[in-house]
């Protein structure tokens, strides 16, 4: 079947704008979770969702960041305010349920000028 | 919380020969120790995972151990090939919690 697809691939946006990055998890999939990538590092945990709620959110590194899953199945992820610090690599992943094998999406690249 | 270190950061291997890469973990309650390999640009790809209730687990020339008293696990890679060149990284859970990764290894694979 289809794996993780995330879109847009690529995003170049101005300081101070908003943006809107997606993902379509794995059919049947009820944990899904964003994740953060920046040059020669590890992806790093933003937030994960069990359903529709978020379990938890303790990665996002400020208020400017917020996500939702209102059905259960894609999500988005929002930036507010966009800052030069934003750009990285936007990862999506998803789970049967938690604690499974997670898949990840190609992720979303994002460029702040 | 969960800390993952990594070692090595770079490792260059001849075709043929071996490959070890090796995370400790901070959490004594993490149960799940996955392991991905990222090509450039590609989204990371599950190449082989291990649960705390076995010490070892092999998947043809790819193998992982894991050591719960010393909090250390490693990946093997034996008999190398060209396309094993990527960037690999481990990561730690105790399942309910999210993925914490290391800063992952740059393998180079030398025809």
């Known amino acids: 079947g289809a794996g993780v697809s995330q879109t847009p691939s690529n995003k170049v946006t101005e300081k101070g704008k908003y943006v809107e990055l997606r993902c379509d998890p794995i059919?049947?999939?009820?944990?899904l979770y964003w994740y953060r990538q920046s040059l020669g590092q590890g992806p790093e945990f933003l937030i994960y969702?069990?359903?529709?709620?978020?379990?938890?959110d303790s990665g996002l590194p400020n208020d400017r960041f917020f996500a939702v899953r209102p059905e259960g199945s894609v999500s988005t992820l929002k930036i507010q305010r966009t800052e030069r610090g934003d750009s990285a690599v936007y990862l999506c992943?998803?789970?049967?349920?938690?604690?499974?094998?997670?898949?990840f999406g190609p992720g979303t690249r994002l460029t702040v000028l | 919380g969960e800390n993952v270190e990594q070692h090595p950061s770079t490792l260059s291997v001849q075709e043929g020969d071996s490959a070890v890469i090796k995370c400790t973990y901070s959490?004594?309650?993490?149960?799940?120790f996955p392991w991905y390999k990222q090509e450039l640009g590609k989204r990371p790809q599950l190449i082989i995972d291990?649960?705390?209730?076995?010490g070892e687990k092999k998947d043809q020339r790819i193998a992982v151990t894991l050591n719960k008293t010393a909090k250390h696990f490693s990946l093997h890679i034996t008999e190398t090939q060209p396309e094993d060149s990527a960037v690999y990284f481990c990561?730690?859970?105790?399942?309910?919690?999210?993925?914490?990764f290391g800063k992952g290894t740059r393998l180079s694979v030398i025809a």
């Open positions: 990561a730690a859970t105790r399942g309910n919690t999210p993925l914490v």
């Open positions: 291990i649960r705390s209730n076995v």
């Open positions: 059919s049947g999939h009820t944990a």
């Open positions: 992943a998803s789970s049967l349920t938690l604690g499974d094998t997670q898949y």
């Open positions: 969702f069990q359903g529709t709620g978020a379990a938890d």
């Open positions: 959490d004594s309650a993490s149960n799940y």
